[in-house]
Each structure stands twice: as C-alpha cells, then as structure tokens.
C-alpha cells in the first residue's frame, strides 16, 4: 500500500490530510494518509507533504527530528506549499535550513505580509485553478532541471523537478484537489 505523510509541524496539516484523502478516492487509488512528526514516521512513507506555516520553525524542526535527513537520504517524493516550497529550495533571500531539493531560489513574502493576502485564478496543468496566496513566496530563479508549472503576473508559483514539486499558493484550501491527485501519480510512479 502507497503511504504518504502529512508533516505535523506546522501548518495547514489537516486541510492537507483531508485534500490528500478526497483525491485518492477521486482518482480511485488506494492509498493511506497520515500525519507524521517523527523521523521513524517519515522514513515509513513513500511521500510527504510540507505544508505553509513560518519555513525556518519548520526547518530547524525538521534538522533536530533528522526528518530533513530521512527525506534527503531516503530520496522521498515531496511536494510542499508556501513554506514547504521554501524548505524545497536551494538558495531563499533567508538564512535557514533548506532541503535543497530543487534548483530554484526562492523570495519569502514576496507578495507581502499577512495583511495582503489574496486569492485569485492561476492556470495549471492546463485548467483554472483557484490560487490561495497567504503571505506567499514566489521563485525568482530556477535551473534547467525544474519545469515551471504556473505564473501569476509573471511571477513563477508552481513548479516540479523531478519527483519534487512546489506552490507558492494553498491548494489544500480550495476544495479542488488537481495538484494532490497529480501528486498522488507521481508518488506511485516512483514506486515502481
């Protein structure tokens, strides 16, 4: 059975829990769900999700559990959003602990605080998607490895590079669960 982990840090945990569960059911896979905080959790999972909340607390949590290490060493598919597109990156505008899992360099708040927060439609995956943006970062750079999966105004806030991918915007909130059924697919590819 596929196995994927929700990180129980910090964060939108259980709209990721939830969102994870309605599309595997939607696309008909079979599939456990769980929220896991430990290293010993997280190396049991065949993907993560990292979801928002403030990206150093969940990096420097992530160093002192050794889940960064799991995730690394193990080579575990991962897809994060908000903040745990920060912790993808190589390179952020911030000094803190990274997973450095996708050549990209990423601006924290880069559409601003919490005050200015917004939502509005994105394209992905060929579709209108509903872009949830709470204090969100976007990517100013990215290398060759990484395909960009949307822009907003020019600005890169989806992307994936090998069995990684990232959003600067909150899926989980939306109700549409497009990217987790993508992720889904990936994981299970990788699995074979």
């Given at each position: 059975?596929?196995?994927?982990?929700?990180?129980?840090?910090?964060?939108?945990?259980?709209?990721?829990?939830?969102?994870?569960?309605?599309?595997?059911?939607?696309?008909?896979?079979?599939?456990?769900?769980?929220?896991?905080?430990?290293?010993?959790?997280?190396?049991?999972?065949?993907?993560?999700?990292?979801?928002?909340?403030?990206?150093?607390?969940?990096?420097?949590?992530?160093?002192?559990?050794?889940?960064?290490?799991?995730?690394?060493?193990?080579?575990?598919?991962?897809?994060?959003?908000?903040?745990?597109?920060?912790?993808?990156?190589?390179?952020?505008?911030?000094?803190?602990?990274?997973?450095?899992?996708?050549?990209?360099?990423?601006k924290r708040n880069a559409f601003g605080r919490?005050?200015?927060?917004?939502?509005?439609?994105?394209e992905i995956f060929g579709k209108k998607f509903?872009?949830?943006?709470?204090?969100?970062?976007?990517?100013?750079?990215?290398?060759?490895?990484?395909?960009?999966?949307?822009?907003?105004?020019?600005?890169?806030?989806?992307?994936?590079?090998?069995?990684?991918?990232?959003?600067?915007?909150?899926?989980?909130?939306?109700?549409?669960?497009?990217?987790?059924?993508?992720?889904?697919?990936?994981?299970?590819?990788?699995?074979?």
């Open positions: 059975m596929t196995t994927i982990g929700i990180l129980n840090l910090q964060g939108d945990v259980s709209e990721h829990f939830e969102a994870m569960k309605k599309a595997a059911c939607d696309i008909g896979k079979n599939v456990d769900v769980f929220k896991v905080k430990t290293s010993d959790e997280v190396s049991k999972c065949d993907g993560i999700i990292i979801s928002g909340g403030e990206s150093t607390v969940i990096g420097n949590l992530m160093e002192e559990t050794g889940i960064k290490k799991v995730i690394v060493d193990q080579n575990i598919p991962v897809m994060g959003t908000c903040a745990g597109m920060v912790l993808l990156a190589k390179k952020t505008d911030y000094e803190q602990p990274l997973l450095g899992l996708i050549d990209m360099e990423v919490q005050k200015v927060s917004f939502e509005d439609d994105i509903k872009g949830i943006f709470i204090r969100a970062p976007y990517i100013e750079k990215v290398g060759k490895s990484v395909d960009i999966l949307s822009k907003y105004n020019e600005r890169i806030v989806a992307v994936k590079s090998g069995k990684y991918i990232a959003t600067a915007f909150h899926p989980e909130l939306t109700g549409d669960t497009t990217i987790h059924e993508y992720f889904i697919k990936e994981v299970l590819n990788c699995a074979e």
